[in-house]
């Protein structure tokens, strides 16, 4: 069964410092992994879709890195904005099953 | 494309009574998910539709939740008697699994409280 474990649990940096969030996993036998954001009150938007054939993905400021071999997953944040406060998700696949495993999420707050 | 469409985005209802939630999926995607999500265990994998095709229901708490697929463009969860803690919100997700696997959906969800 997949465990997904995400850390730090919170984190609160100022305006414009480059960041990362960890996700670990312990079924490396994936095919992908996938990076999520939430805000508040709302639902999970897709932020990156990593292949088990890639090693990293980007989309304008974020870049999530794949290392299977060790089971862990990074998604960098560069030059942080408020407007990036929100709670970041990874998720991973249960093996050869479709349904995806969450971790419990970090909790991003970037002041002005 | 319009999304993932969920309805209602707020169920508020009283204990004993029957939810029902609705979920319509991205077209041409042939995985369905429904998820909870609670502050004390976060996201929890419901029941997923492969094809239309219940697959693995093991996260259904019990036997008050069922869910059905009648067709590729729609699906219900349903929650019948309904017990305040079933209270979260509720997520449905699609998926299309073709060479690759592209990955999941969302919907914006359906947040019950059952008084």
């Known amino acids: 069964k997949q465990e997904v474990t995400q850390i730090p649990a919170a984190l609160s940096v100022p305006e414009g410092e480059n960041l990362v969030l960890n996700c670990s996993f312990t079924?490396?036998?994936?095919?992908?992994l996938q990076w999520f954001r939430q805000d508040p009150g709302k639902g999970l938007t897709s932020l990156l879709l990593?292949?088990?054939?890639?090693r990293e993905q980007t989309s304008g400021r974020l870049n999530a890195s794949l290392d299977k071999s060790s089971g862990r997953s990074t998604l960098y944040i560069a030059a942080s904005q408020p407007g990036d406060s929100a709670t970041y998700l990874c998720a991973a696949p249960s093996g050869s099953a479709r349904q995806l495993t969450f971790g419990s999420g970090t909790q991003l707050t970037v002041l002005p | 494309d319009a999304g993932v469409i969920q309805s209602p985005r707020h169920e508020v209802t009283e204990m004993g009574q029957e939810v029902t939630l609705r979920c319509k999926p991205i077209?041409?995607?042939?995985?369905l998910f429904w998820y909870r999500q609670t502050m004390m265990r976060g996201l929890e994998l419901l029941i997923y539709?492969?094809?239309?095709?219940?697959?693995?229901d093991s996260g259904m708490p019990e036997d008050r939740f069922s869910a059905k697929m009648p067709n590729a463009s729609f699906s219900t969860l349903k929650i019948q008697p309904s017990e305040p803690r079933d209270s979260a919100v509720y997520f449905c997700a699609s998926s299309f699994v073709g060479v690759d696997f592209y990955g999941y959906t969302f919907g914006s969800g359906t947040r019950l409280t059952v008084v």
């Open positions: 990593i292949q088990s054939s890639q």
């Open positions: 079924d490396s036998a994936i095919y992908n």
């Open positions: 077209s041409g995607h042939d995985y």
């Open positions: 539709f492969n094809n239309n095709v219940p697959i693995d």
